[in-house]
């Protein structure tokens, strides 16, 4: 997706994510493999993470800094897809593994995973994901800037769309069916809203599953007012850069206030923050519940 560059690895490795959830237990213990005394070295000492310019992988990297029992640890940066393939070989052959997650995601769908509990604090608790616009833009399209002010939804609608996606392997085939099944919750955000003539609208996302869901939603939402959208996902960094300097529109993207927070803190001047889309993500390091543990402090250090 990075740039376009894992989305069609993420539906192919889903789709084995899936069957796999249907396999035996032949190839693996879980007793065995979750024993505590030995699953920091199971797990060399590893936490397998997503992209390099993720504020998710920022986070994490504090966590190994912050807790002194992860002395010796390694975050192993991966991509999106590279961390969904890892953690489907593993819960395949029921092995430990600990994996960089987030919630909402379709994974907590297909598989029973947890969060190990973070008692620092360090990844942040709960957050929200943030609608933010360029300076300008309620003047340019007041419509636009409306519909995306007003921009709403629970987890669970973030996660039926990007399950369904998974099935059939379109985002905006999920939207659209999503929309179709929730036209009073849209009618929310286009009351009154008077019909476009082709303006175009810059949406710039992150290369999430979570935001290829939202992106999709407001896209088709948009086009149905008239609208020529465009969807671009981006590092984090060049997203918020994008929309500071007005070469995009807007983005419901953003997880605020931990993940993305030293992004916005440096932008926040340029952009115009109108509030939360979604409440209650949350990040995390995250296992298969047949390994034994549920705290990052049950973690032994590397001797």
């Not at 849209?186 to 609208?201: N, P, R, Y």
């Not at 918020?240 to 529109?249: L, P, R, S």
């Amino acid at each position: 997706m990075k740039k376009f560059k894992t989305f069609g690895m993420t539906l192919g490795v889903s789709s084995a994510l899936l069957l796999a959830a249907c396999g035996d237990d032949t190839n693996g213990s879980s007793s065995e493999n979750g024993d505590n005394n030995n699953l920091s070295e199971q797990v060399d000492y590893t936490i397998v993470g997503v992209e390099p310019g993720a504020g998710l992988t920022g986070l994490s990297q504090d966590v190994l800094d912050e807790y002194e029992n992860l002395e010796g640890w390694t975050l192993q940066e991966s991509s999106t897809a590279g961390m969904l393939g890892t953690l489907e070989q593993a819960i395949r052959n029921e092995e430990p593994v600990i994996v960089t997650g987030w919630t909402p995601h379709w994974k907590f769908s297909a598989y029973d995973l947890k969060i190990l509990e973070d008692p620092k604090g360090v990844l942040g608790g709960a957050e929200n994901i943030q609608t933010l616009a360029r300076k300008g833009l309620e003047e340019d399209l007041p419509d636009v800037y409306t519909v995306m002010d007003r921009f709403y939804w629970e987890p669970e609608d973030m996660e039926q769309v990007m399950y369904d996606a998974q099935d059939s392997g379109d985002f905006d085939a999920a939207a659209a069916l999503w929309i179709e099944n929730n036209e009073e919750k849209v009618s929310e955000w286009t009351k009154d809203i008077a019909q476009a003539d082709g303006e175009k609208v810059k949406i710039i996302s992150t290369p999430w599953d979570s935001e290829f869901a939202s992106s999709s939603v407001v896209k088709l939402v948009l086009e149905g007012l008239g609208y020529e959208v465009e969807v671009t996902p981006v590092d984090p960094a060049i997203m918020f850069q994008a929309i500071a300097t007005g070469e995009g529109d807007v983005t419901v993207a953003p997880w605020l206030p931990s993940t993305h927070n030293a992004f916005y803190e440096k932008h926040k001047d340029d952009i115009v923050d109108l509030g939360e889309n979604l409440e209650g993500t949350q990040n995390g390091f995250v296992v298969p519940s047949y390994v034994d543990i549920d705290s990052i402090e049950d973690l032994e250090p590397k001797e």
